[in-house]
């Protein structure tokens, strides 16, 4: 295959989620090379790591996260999606630490003070990572100080404030404000179940997401 086919053969295998040879999923791709040995080809073949990037992992996990919002798919395809992702990434981020390839910018994320639940921002974290961020996972239970401290040390531009639950949705609204007293030109986005447009206002937040591509498309108009 040449390399425009060999692009598009990592597309296909980040969509649908073919890993690696040897992963057993999906089915009708059995047996076949998967994102870990196609993105190894291409490098040896000397396609530059941003078209890989742009041309390949950007694209799928574009389509990814729209047929996620549109439910088309669910949470584990989303997942495996990602894994076969970070299995490509994997080739490319030695690439990204020398400069050669740029990133769009740092995101920070994290769930708030309170809250334990993670799914849904390991899910928005893995698929803005797959836009082209550099995203900062700052985990669950996160403080007003620990996001902060994360923002000053790593110059961030964004940062995205999750909670599952509605008991704190009060801890997401004094972090959000304690953030914007300290470090009032950064970009908050919030998202989670019981999160809503108005919310968001009430807040004092910049951008409110209801799924991971809608998240993506606020972190991309930033940068557009």
């Not at 495996?80 to 299995?87: D, E, F, G, L, Q």
Request: glycine fraction near 8%; proline fraction near 4%; charge should be neutral.
């Amino acid at each position: 295959m040449d390399n425009s086919d060999l692009l598009a053969k990592i597309l296909e295998c980040v969509e649908f989620g073919k890993v690696n040879k040897d992963a057993p999923f999906p089915p009708n791709m059995k047996g076949q090379d998967g994102a870990d040995e196609l993105t190894k080809l291409a490098l040896e073949r000397g396609i530059k790591p941003s078209e890989i990037l742009n041309d390949a992992l950007i694209k799928a996990m574009e389509i990814v996260g729209q047929k996620f919002s549109d439910k088309k798919i669910f949470v584990p395809q989303m997942l495996i999606s990602a894994k076969a992702m970070n299995a490509s990434m994997a080739h490319l981020k030695p690439y990204f630490q020398s400069g050669e390839v740029k990133r769009k910018g740092k995101f920070i994320i994290g769930t708030v003070a309170g809250d334990l639940h993670d799914i849904g921002k390991n899910l928005v974290a893995m698929i803005v990572e797959g836009a082209g961020w550099e995203v900062i996972d700052l985990g669950v239970d996160v403080n007003s100080q620990k996001f902060i401290q994360s923002i000053k040390e790593n110059n961030s531009e964004a940062v995205g404030l999750s909670a599952l639950l509605t008991t704190t949705m009060q801890n997401m609204k004094s972090i959000a404000q304690e953030i914007k007293a300290q470090c009032p030109s950064v970009k908050l986005i919030i998202g989670g179940a019981p999160v809503t447009e108005q919310f968001k206002i009430e807040i004092g937040a910049d951008g409110y997401a209801r799924d991971p591509q809608g998240a993506v498309s606020y972190l991309n108009s930033l940068v557009a």
